[in-house]
């Protein structure tokens, strides 16, 4: 029996660089993707959202002079083409997989709607769910929060770098220590970035728990369905 039943995973644009600087490498795609193909072979209903960073940030993109709307849009595309990739790949595996748009751009994938992720999942298909909310000034994360709460997600899967939330960076100071699990409230009292404020109050008002987990060791996400607490679990 697994701990959860209709998941919305949230993978990072970062991530997919792997070792490279810049774009997406294969080998961390495909690990995903095996990995994702894993869990909906099994059953699970997955939903997942990309972010974008490895290819373009629309902050970034305003400090080098663009638009700052314009720089944001850069960046939802960027999450479509991420989600393109990770389509392509999970057809690989062989799995039955659906990439929607929240931006109108037939025919690169049907436009959003909960109604058509929501019937989708039920057909056994993993949905991903691109560009971002569709709106600037927000990032994947709170897109991530947001499908989370639509499809009625038992809980949102944040697969990152790190294995969880630690009291403090723990890639700078190594004698960080990491919560099995922690309240929304502690979140904001203790000022822990694990996501932006949109998305963390968004998930706690609509009280939808959190997983941070470390997605780019393999096997970690069937873990987390086992129901092993190999991250950091936030709730309310
Ligand atoms: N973005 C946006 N609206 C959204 C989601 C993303 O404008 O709803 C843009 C924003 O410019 C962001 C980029 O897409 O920098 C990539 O998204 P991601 O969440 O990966 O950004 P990061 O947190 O890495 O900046």
Redesign the pocket.
């Known amino acids: 029996m697994k701990k959860y039943k209709r998941i919305l995973l949230k993978l990072?644009?970062?991530s997919l660089m792997g070792e490279q600087n810049y774009g997406i490498d294969s080998s961390r795609l495909n690990d995903y993707a095996e990995q994702i193909a894993e869990l909906s072979k099994s059953g699970i209903e997955i939903g997942i959202v990309?972010?974008?960073?490895?290819?373009?940030?629309?902050?970034?993109?305003a400090a080098k002079g663009f638009d700052r709307v314009n720089?944001?849009?850069?960046?939802?595309l960027?999450?479509t083409i991420n989600s393109l990739a990770l389509n392509s790949a999970l057809k690989n595996q062989g799995i039955k997989s659906k990439m929607l748009t929240?931006i109108r751009m037939e025919p690169v994938g049907e436009y959003y709607s909960k109604g058509k992720a929501v019937e989708a999942l039920a057909n056994g298909e993993v949905v991903i769910i691109s560009?971002?909310?569709?709106?600037?000034?927000?990032?994947?994360?709170?897109?991530s929060a947001l499908r989370g709460i639509e499809i009625e997600a038992d809980i949102m899967l944040k697969g990152t770098r790190v294995d969880g939330i630690y009291s403090a960076d723990p890639e700078k100071f190594p004698d960080a220590t990491k919560y099995e699990k922690i309240s929304f409230d502690e979140i904001y009292k203790k000022n822990l970035k694990i996501m932006?404020l949109t998305a963390t109050t968004l998930c706690k008002e609509n009280n939808l728990p959190v997983m941070v987990f470390n997605m780019d060791k393999k096997g970690n996400l069937a873990k987390v369905l086992n129901g092993e607490n190999i991250g950091t679990i936030v709730y309310n």
Do not use: H, K, V
């Open positions: 990072s644009g970062e990309i972010g974008g960073g490895n290819i373009f940030r629309g902050l970034s993109g720089g944001d849009q850069m960046g939802m960027a999450t929240a560009g971002g909310t569709g709106n600037p000034y927000f990032t994947t994360d709170t897109a932006d």
